[in-house]
């Protein structure tokens, strides 16, 4: 018994050195905070830091910010967002970050937000979908770089709506990303085309579908069309197991985020063809920034870029233009300069919309084929965030006003 | 009618997969009475090592896809007759469920190498040969591959009959499902048999994952969705039953092929409900038998004691230290240390609950998840201040403890583990999909304190007041005559039941006392975090409480404190030095599961015994 | 109200179809010693069982005092005043000689439930008093854990002697000890339900327990009361001495430490 408190003593004045040994650091580097779904989303977050990592060497190549170098000081919060509030609190507490970004689940990008509010620090959410990061629960410290749900389903609902299916069934992961997709998809689809009618929802766990039964039991509904939502590895089941059993056969599929690499790539010579999906077609975009960054990018990792290294880089960007902008790391000046705030990112300029704190950045919309039993896009256009946002009205009824 | 027929085939190849794991899983608790929380690695391994040999041996031939399978599940084999000789075998004599401890270190330490050798993506594997397409019935087209798994089901299970029914080996182990000691009295090599038994189970949970190969991709993740599901299907069945793991794979498998069709928003909790069901009903599972007295082991508890004088003045220096400590320590520290405090609060009702109770949980998160939602809640919607919402959480906690506790009393060891565990579930699934009321996997957020207690000191010393005090007061009562009835009815049953004790009602209030005080560290950790996610509640921090327990050691007072305490910091240390933090925490926890078999304290304790310090005892 | 400490009638149980106690009848009187004996299987167990309701009979009554035990369970059996010793002992492993006492008094009393008071200090004096009684007060602080098996047997008897009982029923009561320890405690046994005018019910397999301190015996087997009456009387009852005690199979000491 007695021992117990001597053990106690020693792992309490352990944390506590450990505490104060981070205090000391350099003064002229400005410490920037990052957080994310490491060990449990590596599929996308290794990428996401290359991403951000190449970003900050380029910041830091030429020169850092009005002077002074960039330091990102990273931590994993294993998808847990009470972890996320620890490391976010250490952060922030103990390394004395100026800035916050990164995550990648909802749940924990609004945990951290939540946080950002509470201790008045600026926050850029690099990847969580939800639309509530930036209606009913935004608010004046967070930013969020990625479109949400609703602008990414409103982007594939442009395509959707030309098909002739009048009968569509959706499949979804049975939580908040895949609810709300369902929901926005429908009404939007549903406002431009009254004729449409619903037959079918299949809610599969998400990491858990079962992939025989999910699809026998849409193909039974014989819908037109479907949506889908699911992605990852149960997303990779869903489609072999349609493959197998012809659902997809003279069927139409519009499926969110399918074209992107971190899912499209595991799906080799499974890869459907035909489905209207949001993705990033990295080998065949032409342009002259995004030429750079691959460029940049495969010079550095020797490996092509997911989608997530795009949202790191340009989450990166993001934080330093907006230091760049406020020319102090003052929490005030910084959400001043974040509300507009402009730049050139390899998809084109975005910008941070100052109603809400949504930036611009866009998505690409195509369909999938199938080349020498890989997974490609083809027929794409990039689809210009700006044109998706959120009415500015809607925007004004659901955030809270600070 | 066509349609319901292929449906029942998809719930009969789901259920040959399931069945493979869950054999395994049953036979090595079934044997060596080892909850194997690594059985679903074993699985992930077999998928991918199948993942590599199948890519490596064939060009596409039949011989080269089933000789990587099996191939795949005997390189498991291996790995699992390693684990066993060279981990387990040393902690056979611990206390039970210690085992468990040890193959969670295991679970730590295998996702980080999965993710090191074979990457972060999923990996594709290839079709099987000559089972690429599918078969036309009644109009439907169903997978050949499929009717592969369903043959597979019932084909282990005759081979698994016949290994046990027409060897000598098997009717050693079936003789050691019944009785372990007696066989060993018979003079056979123990340590052979668990080894072996070790093995075949680990070659069955990679066989399961190998198979899947055609049917999904290969993710990290494999491991813990499949564990929680085979540990269901062993205890429908029956612990140590293999027909009963098949019955009750077959139910599970079924039901998700037919449930989502009838209730597609229940797939969360359908598996569980069911489970809650069947227990309440067969508290040993379908074919299960009552568990026979386990006898050995680490012997009876010593007898509890009073702080003795250097005992009392070191929770002195303790307390003075905890009090000094905004003085020395930054905000950080003080929010860590606070969140060390409600974890000891929480691990400490938890060890009320199965060290003095007897009666184990799986499921001990439901309510410190509850008391947080609690909390929240009240807060969200009724707007109370913080110290009502900080009654609120336990009350709501205590009710939760009140109902799902009258049904778990009548059940006992793994099965009332599992029922907890089910009920758990609900709760989750419950707070997950109410999204209008809970707000679903989006948590409420905003959850700050009270400006009084705000501050990080604040905050801490209201964290040392109340969770210091329910430590305290979990103390006493261990103490007090109603601690004394709990630690009654665990050590003997039948003695209780003859000096008029009513076990299931006692059993009932101490179930509901932990649940109480379980939520009162949820409602602190609730202002804490500034905001609730269903993962309160989840399995992860059920079983962060357990690792808490045990590492500290369970036949001890004081384990469940040093054991938060140590397993806290640990963890949140490591997490901010390395990526590699499940590696290195794994690491440690197997280190010290080996070190200090009988926990930390437990391991103290024993040195001041053996230098005469504490009297009396085996 | 009855005279009777108990009073059985027409007590069954079947198995499946198999009869393991048909038709037992007898009285116990206040203060009086009963010895129930018989070969392996003949029912004593299941008598016993029943007795302290932890079978419920196929059929048939027990009464106590005129009050009927069928259909209560063990606890409130206990809470009428009837004390237990098992065959194999049961004592609360983890605490100590003194503590397994106490917890007895302690629910005794109705404390059961107390949250607030330190258990080790409630009936203290009483608990000592028992152990006395049976010659462990010198080891009141040890864990039952490390007991020797004759210690075990004594404190399961201060343990039922705790809630002041009108009746024990003792299940073999010196299995497993060695012979000089079992003259002892049942001396013991037997000086201390005199002084208390406490009945008895107890089986034996060791003849010399049996015929030193019983009152009255009854012979059982196969499920059926086969002789009854004063230790003399059975003994020389010729249908025990032909069924039981005249085999020359009486009874195999090692047997039933092997048992035990």
Not at chain 3, 42 to 64: D, E, R
Request: aromatic share 10%.
């Amino acid at each position: 018994m007695d021992r117990r408190t001597l053990l106690k003593t020693i792992a309490l004045a352990t944390l506590l050195t450990g505490g104060q040994a981070g205090l000391a650091s350099a003064a002229d580097t400005i410490k920037i905070g990052e957080i994310n779904s490491y060990t449990s989303l590596p599929a996308f977050t290794l990428p996401y830091r290359n991403g951000w990592q190449l970003a900050l060497d380029e910041i830091n190549a030429a020169g850092g910010i009005n002077g002074r170098k960039l330091e990102v000081v990273s931590r994993d919060d294993g998808g847990k967002p009470g972890d996320a509030v620890t490391a976010a609190n250490e952060l922030v507490s103990r390394e004395n970050v100026s800035v916050l970004f990164g995550t990648f689940f909802s749940h924990i990008g609004l945990a951290v937000s939540d946080f950002a509010n509470q201790r008045k620090i600026v926050f850029v959410a690099a990847e969580p979908l939800t639309d509530a990061l930036t209606m009913e629960k935004g608010n004046r410290y967070t930013f969020r770089l990625r479109p949400g749900t609703y602008m990414q389903a409103a982007m594939l609902v442009e395509e959707a709506v030309k098909l002739p299916a009048k009968t569509w069934a959706t499949v979804a992961p049975n939580y908040e990303y895949g609810q709300v997709a369902v929901k926005v998809f429908k009404e939007l689809m549903s406002a431009k085309r009254p004729d449409i009618k619903w037959v079918d929802e299949q809610w599969p766990a998400m990491g858990k579908i079962d992939g025989g039964a999910t699809v026998q039991a849409l193909a039974r509904a014989e819908p037109e069309a479907i949506f889908n939502v699911t992605f990852g590895a149960d997303l990779t089941k869903f489609i072999r197991e349609g493959n197998t059993r012809g659902l997809f056969k003279n069927r139409a599929v519009v499926s969110l985020l399918t074209g992107e690499p971190e899912y499209l790539d595991p799906l080799g010579d499974e890869t459907p063809k035909g489905w209207i999906v949001s993705g990033y077609p990295w080998e065949q975009i032409k342009t002259a920034e995004h030429d750079a960054f691959l460029k940049a990018y495969r010079a550095k990792f020797n490996d092509y870029p997911r989608l997530g290294s795009v949202v790191g880089y340009n989450t990166m960007k993001s934080v330093a233009e907006m230091i760049r902008k406020a020319g102090s790391t003052d929490t005030d000046k910084l959400i001043a300069a974040g509300e507009g705030l402009k730049i050139d990112s390899p998809l084109g300029p975005i910008s941070f919309r100052a109603e809400d704190h949504q930036s611009t950045m866009g998505g690409y919309i195509g369909k999938t084929d199938m080349k020498d039993g890989k997974g490609m896009m083809v027929d794409w256009r990039y689809a210009n965030g700006a044109d998706y946002l959120p009415p500015s009205s809607e925007v004004a009824k659901l955030r809270p006003k600070n | 009618m066509s349609f319901l027929f292929i449906q029942f085939l998809n719930g009969l190849a789901s259920a040959s997969s399931l069945f493979l794991v869950a054999s395994g899983l049953s036979i090595i608790f079934g044997v060596s009475r080892i909850v194997n929380f690594a059985h679903g690695s074993f699985y992930m391994l077999g998928a991918y090592m199948a993942f590599t040999l199948v890519h490596k041996l064939s060009g596409g031939t039949i011989f080269g896809f089933w000789g990587g399978v099996v191939l795949a599940a005997a390189a498991v084999a291996v790995v699992g007759a390693l684990v066993e000789m060279i981990l387990l075998r040393r902690i056979y004599q611990a206390p039970e469920l210690l085992q468990l401890l040890a193959t969670f270190g295991l679970v730590l330490i295998v996702q980080d190498l999965v993710l090191t050798i074979w990457g972060p993506e999923d990996l594709l594997g290839p079709r099987a040969p000559g089972l690429r397409g599918a078969i036309d019935i009644f109009g439907q087209s169903f997978p050949q591959y499929d009717f592969v798994l369903i043959i597979l089901g019932p084909v282990v299970l005759g081979l698994l009959w016949l290994l046990f029914h027409r060897t000598r080996w098997g009717t050693l182990i079936r003789a050691a499902t019944q009785d372990r000691e007696m066989v060993a009295a018979l003079g056979v090599n123990q340590s052979w048999l668990f080894t072996s038994v070790f093995t075949l189970g680990a070659f069955l949970a990679g066989l399961g994952g190998a198979v899947q190969l055609p049917r999904e991709a290969v993710n990290h993740v494999m491991d813990l969705q499949i564990i929680t599901e085979a540990f269901v299907i062993v205890v429908i069945g029956g612990l140590g039953s293999v027909l009963g793991a098949f019955l009750a794979a077959v139910i599970i498998g079924e039901l998700n092929a037919f449930g989502i069709l009838i209730f597609p928003q229940l797939t969360l909790v359908l598996t569980f409900l069911v489970m809650a069901v069947i227990l309440v009903v067969r508290p040993w599972g379908l074919l299960g038998k009552p568990e026979g007295v386990v006898r050995g082991g680490a012997g009876a508890e010593r007898p509890i004691k009073p702080l003795s004088p250097t005992g009392r003045n070191a929770t002195v220096a303790l307390l003075v230290a905890l009090l000094a400590l905004p003085m020395i320590s930054g905000n950080y520290g003080l929010s860590v240390a606070s969140e060390v405090l409600i974890y000891t609060l929480f691990a400490a009702s938890l060890h009320f609950m199965m060290g003095t109770g007897g009666m184990v949980s799986f499921g001990h998160a439901a309510y410190f998840g509850l008391g947080s939602y609690g909390a929240a809640l009240t807060v969200k919607y009724f707007g109370v201040p913080m110290l009502a919402a900080l009654v609120a959480g336990p009350a709501v906690a205590g009710i939760a403890a009140l109902v799902f506790g009258w049904f778990c009393v009548r059940l006992s060891g793994v099965y009332l583990a599992m029922l907890t565990l089910a009920f758990a579930q609900i709760a989750y699934a419950v707070v997950f999909q109410w999204s209008s009321f809970t707000g679903g996997d989006n948590g409420l957020i905003g959850i700050w304190p009270a400006p009084w207690a705000a501050s990080p000191t604040a905050f801490y010393y209201l964290s040392l007041l109340l969770c210091g005090g329910g430590i305290v007061a979990v103390r006493r009562i261990t103490f007090a005559p109603f601690g004394y009835t709990l630690r009654a009815c665990r050590d003997s049953a039948l003695r209780a039941d003859s000096i008029g004790i009513d076990l299931a009602r006692h059993r009932w209030y101490g179930f509901t006392l932990a649940g109480f005080f379980a939520g009162i560290a949820g409602s602190l950790y609730a202002f804490l975090k500034g905001s609730v996610f269903p993962d309160t509640i989840s399995i992860a921090t059920s079983v962060d409480a357990l690792v808490m327990v045990l590492l500290g050691g369970v036949q001890t007072l004081a384990g469940p404190i040093v054991g938060a305490a140590t397993y806290k910091i640990l963890h949140v240390s490591i997490s901010s030095y390395t990526d590699q933090w499940r590696t290195a925490l794994g690491v440690i926890i197997i280190v010290l599961v080996v070190a200090f078999p009988m926990g930390i304290v437990g391991f103290i304790q024993n040195r001041l015994l053996r230098s005469g310090r504490v009297e009396d005892a085996a | 109200m009855s005279a009777n400490t108990l009073s059985v009638r027409g007590l069954c149980k079947n198995y499946g179809g198999v009869a393991a106690v048909s038709g037992v009848d007898f009285d116990l009187a206040p203060g009086e010693i009963l010895a129930l004996i018989g070969p392996n299987g003949a029912g004593k167990s299941t008598c016993f069982n029943m007795l302290n309701g932890q079978f419920p009979p196929s059929a048939g009554s027990i009464k106590m005092f005129g009050e009927e035990l069928v259909g209560k369970k063990p606890r409130q059996i206990w809470r009428m005043g009837v004390g237990r010793t098992f065959q194999i002992t049961a004592t609360f492993g983890s605490m100590t000689v003194l503590e397994n006492v106490q917890m007895a008094l302690i629910s005794f009393h109705d404390r059961l439930r107390a949250l607030w008071p330190f258990a080790g200090g409630l009936y203290q004096e009483q608990a000592f008093q028992l152990l006395e009684l049976v010659g462990m007060a010198t080891q009141a602080g040890r864990p039952c854990s490390v007991l020797a098996y004759g210690d075990l047997k004594r404190v399961e008897l201060a343990v039922a002697l705790a809630n002041s009982p009108k009746l024990l029923l003792m299940d073999e009561p010196t299995a497993g000890m060695a012979p000089k320890e079992r003259i002892e405690l049942m001396q013991l046994t037997a000086d201390i339900v005199k002084q208390r005018g406490i009945s008895v019910l107890f089986t034996e397999h060791d003849m010399d327990v049996v015929f030193t301190h019983a009152n009255r015996i009854m012979v059982l087997s196969r499920g059926r009361v086969v002789a009854e009456g004063k230790p003399k009387e059975v003994r020389e009852n010729p249908e025990v001495q032909a069924t039981y005690l005249g085999t020359g199979a009486v009874y195999d000491h090692s047997k039933d430490t092997g048992a035990a």
